[in-house]
């Protein structure tokens, strides 16, 4: 194979059709596939933390590589992996900065307890939109005393 799809859902696509006669290790293949990003990710990762500036872009680069969808089924439009290969993702993700897990910690639980309710339809309302890159975060530090999810 001398080169890897760009999307996850297409290297497990990959590693699903692929000749049974060669052996894919996915989770190696996964982990192929985001070790650019994570390597961007942690280029500067001290000094912005230092500089106290915001990981908007690196969370952009995220989404944009469909990392805050692995865990959607892919009849919602996600890629479907695994709890045990996403973590095994996200610890590298944060050996390159740790800052990024705990910033999406709240989207990541949020899906997960979409996958756990057998209410097809709030699957539908809210994994949709999280395969397609909508982050869900939480409300909790407003002042205004009231508590929510939101979907930016």
């Not at 293949?29 to 994570?38: H, N, R, T």
């Not at 912005?48 to 969808?69: K, M």
């Not at 590298?92 to 709240?106: D, F, M, T, V």
Request: proline share 5%; glycine share 6%.
């Amino acid at each position: 194979m001398s080169t890897l799809p760009k999307h996850p859902a297409q290297i497990a696509d990959l590693a699903r059709t692929a000749d049974t006669h060669t052996p894919l290790n996915l989770d190696a293949i996964l982990e192929a596939s985001f070790s650019k990003l994570f390597e961007r990710v942690a280029a500067g990762a001290v000094e912005r933390e230092q500089n106290r500036e915001l990981a908007y872009e690196a969370i952009q680069w995220l989404r944009d590589a469909g990392f805050t969808a692995l865990r959607v089924p892919k009849r919602y439009g996600g890629d479907g992996i695994t709890l045990p290969q996403f973590f095994r993702l996200l610890v590298k993700l944060g050996e390159a900065n740790s800052n990024l897990p705990q910033i999406l910690r709240l989207n990541f639980g949020s899906i997960e307890t979409r996958l756990e309710t057998s209410d097809e339809a709030s699957r539908e309302r809210w994994l949709r939109p999280a395969a397609n890159g909508v982050l869900f975060g939480a409300a909790i530090s407003e002042r205004t005393g009231s508590t929510h999810n939101w979907v930016t």
